[in-house]
């Protein structure tokens, strides 16, 4: 398939998404295929001896309507590496501003209670479900699931990387990262904006510090359930020794052992409820990049806006006949040819000026339009997602609490009953 032009276009115009009523009502990739990541492989590059090991995870792509042309066949299969993963994120980032990006899970061990790395089949396996997450979001997108290289991405074995380098998004990106890197100081910031910008900062140190807090947590809770596991062999072993108590004592160390072995599962579902909310964690950060980049426009207008002003003090003291610095200097006058001169280029110049600040303020009137809709979008999502997760959460440590109390009375019925 061309990277330029798709077979087939949405239905629906992206220029009709004015509320998040439209925005869930358009017609969307997942409502005509099945995407998931069946499985990983590790493999390597290099010679026997200097060897670069990595991943790749399998996307499989199964078409459920067998009229539906946007995809080049039915049942399609592709690896691709977290690499790759990366470009069609930063692509989808440049190329869609105004849109909250769905993040990538996190690309190191962060916020870990144990010793992990991205070797680990446990990461690898959690970073596979997070992957395949990141597709099913962006193929729920309604402005970003029928994008021509997100397309090839799921469908184009050779020459994808190419192909979307060919896109010029990199230089794009930076250029973007030139411009944000500038301390943006605007002179009246849009409040709502501004609002939204602080509210990501403050959702990401939220989450971030929710996020260290149960590391600590597990990691603590993991040690002491692992050290009843000293119980279990010390009342099997006293078991030996006592004829009338060896049966209770037996019991009750296996009791211990399961405490001691139960804390795997708990930790294991916690992890996932933790991919959970560290998804979040980076869609804080993808809501402050939409911020700055309504910020990098509305500059760009109050710029132009600096520029006309400065051009029509210049004009007016050109029209005025006020010499320049020079001719101040050493005494000479424009005559009034060289003024008139002066004064048309300028009102060419002008012109130009209302031109731009026309064309700054269209593009940040459809940015603010689109990017409301999709932050609205995202709150109406994150409040779903986030209420879901935390009472999971929740929901596990009562049902380990309940576990653990079960247990303890077996304990307490085994020792009464000697």
Not at 40 to 58: F, I, M, P, Q, W
Not at 208 to 234: Q, W
Not at 269 to 275: G, I, P
Request: proline fraction near 3%; charged fraction near 30%.
């Amino acid at each position: 398939m061309s990277a330029n032009v798709s077979p087939v276009k949405p239905s629906k115009s992206q220029n009709s998404i004015e509320t998040v009523e439209d925005f869930e009502n358009q017609d969307t990739l997942i409502k005509h295929v099945d995407i998931s990541i069946v499985e990983s492989e590790k493999r390597a590059n290099g010679t026997l001896h200097v060897r670069d090991h990595y991943t790749v995870y399998l996307i499989d792509l199964k078409v459920k309507e067998p009229d539906y042309k946007l995809v080049q066949s039915k049942i399609s299969t592709i690896w691709r590496r977290y690499t790759e993963f990366e470009q069609i994120h930063d692509y989808l980032q440049v190329t869609y501003p105004h849109v909250v990006i769905p993040p990538l899970p996190e690309k190191r061990v962060l916020y870990a209670w144990k010793k992990s790395d991205t070797t680990d089949p446990e990461f690898i396996e959690r970073r596979r479900a997070g992957l395949e997450n990141f597709l099913l979001r962006v193929a729920s997108h309604p402005r970003l699931c029928f994008d021509d290289q997100f397309l090839n991405f799921l469908q184009q074995e050779h020459g994808w990387r190419e192909t979307i380098t060919d896109s010029g998004y990199i230089l794009q990106a930076e250029n973007k990262l030139k411009s944000l890197s500038v301390s943006i100081r605007l002179k009246k910031p849009d409040p709502e904006i501004e609002s939204v910008k602080n509210y990501g900062k403050q959702l990401e140190t939220n989450l971030g510090n929710f996020l260290y807090t149960r590391s600590k947590i597990i990691e603590k809770n993991y040690a002491l359930c692992k050290l009843h596991a000293h119980y279990g062999k010390l009342f099997s072993e006293w078991s030996v020794i006592e004829k009338e108590m060896g049966d209770g004592l037996q019991k009750a160390g296996h009791y211990f052992d399961f405490i001691a072995d139960s804390i795997e599962s708990i930790a294991e579902d916690e992890e996932q409820l933790a991919d959970q909310l560290k998804e979040y964690l980076f869609y804080a950060a993808a809501l402050q990049q939409l911020c700055a980049n309504h910020e990098a426009l509305q500059r760009a207008l109050e710029n132009a806006n600096d520029a006309l002003n400065s051009r029509i003090s210049e004009r007016e003291r050109a029209a005025a006949g006020k010499a320049g610095l020079m001719s101040r200097l050493f005494g000479g006058t424009a005559p009034d040819i060289v003024r008139d001169q002066t004064t048309r280029a300028l009102d060419t110049k002008i012109a130009a000026d209302r031109a731009a600040i026309q064309h700054a303020a269209a593009d940040l009137t459809e940015f603010t339009k689109k990017a409301l809709v999709e932050i609205e979008y995202f709150q109406k999502q994150k409040d779903k997602d986030l209420h879901e997760s935390l009472v999971s959460y929740i929901t596990l440590q009562v049902k380990a609490a309940k576990k653990n109390l079960h247990t303890w009375m077996q304990i307490k019925e085994c020792l009464q009953n000697m």
